[in-house]
Structure formats: C-alpha cells, structure tokens
C-alpha cells in the first residue's frame, strides 16, 4: 500500500474541495486503501486523513454526486468489520451523515440513512454513537419528511429496528425503544403501515420493528394491534407477513385489546394456514385478549 499516493490524493481532494471529480474518484481510491490495509500504522493515518476528506465530501453542497458518493464509501467500509470501527471511531463522520438526514433533498438523505444501517448492524459502539447524537429523533423526523417515499421508510425502519434491538445489561435496549416511542416513532411506524400497506416488504419490516420495542403504553398498544391486524388481512398468504406480525400481536396484545369476529378470522386463517410459524403465538395471543361479537 503506497502512503505517498494517498498523500497525493487527500491533498488534491483537500485543494479541489468543489471539484467533483477530484472528490469522487478521490473517494473511491481511498476506499480501496482502506479495504487493503494491514499495517496499524497504515490504520492509523487512514482514520485520521480519510475521516477529514470524507467529511469535506459529505458537507459538499456544490455537486449531488460528492456526498452520495461519499455515503457510498462510507457504506461500503462499514460493511467490513476493521473499517467499520475506523470509521464510527471518527465521530464527525457520523454526525456529517446525521446533517444529510436532515438536507430537504431525498436522495442525499436516502444516500445517508443507507449508510448510517451498516454502520449500526451488529455494533454497538456504532448504535450507541448514533443514539449519543439524537439520532433517533433525526431519522425519525426524516421519515417523516419523506413519507411517500417506499425505500426511505424501509431504510428508516430498518435502523430504528436495529437501535431498539441493542442489548445491555445496563438496560439501554429498554430505554432505546422508550426513546424510539417519545419521539414519534409509533407515529412513524402506523403511518408506514397504512401509507403501504400492500408492500410485504414494509409490513415484515414494521412488525419486526414493533416486537423489539418495550415498555409500550396501552395506548399505544391499541393503535399497533390494528395496524398489524390490518397487514395480516392485506397478507393473508405471505409467511413472513403472517409469522412477523402474530409475533407483534403477542408482543402487544393486552387487556385493552379487543378481537372482533372478523379479527378472530384471520387469525384463525394464520393458525391453520402456516401452523408451524403461528399457532404457538396464536394460541397464546387468544388467551390475553378480550373477545367480542362485531
């Protein structure tokens, strides 16, 4: 690995800031370093000089493409475990990407929140780094902003579910998942169920979600049980759909829950169509709730 070649590059990327080409090519070389190095001296000046162009790159509003291609790198260097760490050491890269959360334009935003999930899959220094920055009230917002956007909610969605899944002795998962609710986060996730409630993708996601968030309020409770009634009545012959959402229904279901006629269908439906995957939650679901004749 040549550290005179980068050298060469993160000077030119640092005297050309708003020269796009510079900045994505620039990017792509120094992400092929990254992916080769061996050395911990070479670890050490890649944490340190990449983390300042790639901010540089993350903060350019002169060209789309710098910051999206940037995002880009930083996803792919996540993917790896040694660059990950390199990358969630240098904590002005994800608060860089955190602003880009909150940009008005879409793709930058998309582009963003697709790399902040490979920084916090199976990490929690990376969860934690991005809870530490309000980071859940950030995506959350950003949901929010770009509601009719399909691959956004699922993005969003499939972060907030990694952060409501952190496991601590200390309790953290617990508060996460409180914090996920505070701050909107039901709102998100009901409002991404009925926005596209034929999208499997979605509704598998949202009941993912929903089974890891805990210390739910009863009404709370009550708005998730129909959203998800909902999803297993738009997909009643999807498995994923059917076992993912009598597991939420489980994980919500209490005593201000009520099973109408209907409701007790399809869940009768989910029992005896996918018997190995439902009937064990059904069954216990049934015993918790309240039924009545409408």
């Known amino acids: 690995i040549s550290l005179g070649a980068m050298d060469s590059v993160i000077t030119a990327m640092r005297k050309y800031q708003t020269n796009a080409q510079i900045q994505e090519h620039g990017c792509a070389f ?108 950030i995506i959350i917002a950003a949901m929010e902003k770009f509601k009719d956007s399909l691959d956004f909610r699922q993005i969003g969605n499939t972060v907030l579910e990694e952060l409501a899944s952190m496991n601590s002795a200390a309790g953290v998962e617990v508060a996460v998942a409180v914090e996920v609710v505070e701050k909107g986060g039901v709102d998100v996730i009901v409002r991404a169920m009925d926005s596209h409630s034929m999208s499997v993708s979605i509704q598998e996601l949202a009941c993912g979600g929903i089974q890891k968030l805990k210390e739910i309020e009863d009404v709370h409770c009550a708005r998730f049980f129909v959203a998800i009634m909902n999803a297993l009545g738009n997909h009643p012959n999807v498995v994923a759909v059917q076992r993912e959402g009598c597991l939420a229904l489980l994980h919500v279901s209490c005593s201000c829950c009520f099973v109408s006629q209907r409701e007790h269908n399809i869940l009768e439906h989910a029992r005896r169509q996918f018997t190995a995957e439902c009937e064990d939650s059904v069954s216990k679901m049934l015993l918790k709730l309240n039924f009545c004749e409408i």
């Not at 959360?101 to 793709?107: F, K």
């Open 30 to 137: 120094l992400q092929n370093m990254a992916l080769l190095a061996r050395a911990r001296s070479d670890m050490i000046k890649l944490k340190t000089e990449m983390s300042l162009v790639l901010c540089v790159a993350l903060r350019n509003r002169g060209n789309q493409d710098v910051p999206i291609t940037a995002c880009q790198v930083i996803r792919n260097l996540a993917a790896k475990q040694k660059t990950k760490n390199m990358l969630i050491e240098s904590s002005t890269i994800p608060t860089a990407m955190l602003h880009l959360l909150q940009e008005e334009d879409e793709m930058l935003a998309k582009a963003a929140c697709g790399a902040l999930l490979y920084i916090v899959t199976n990490s929690k220094v990376g969860q934690g780094t991005i809870i530490q920055k309000n980071g859940i009230a």
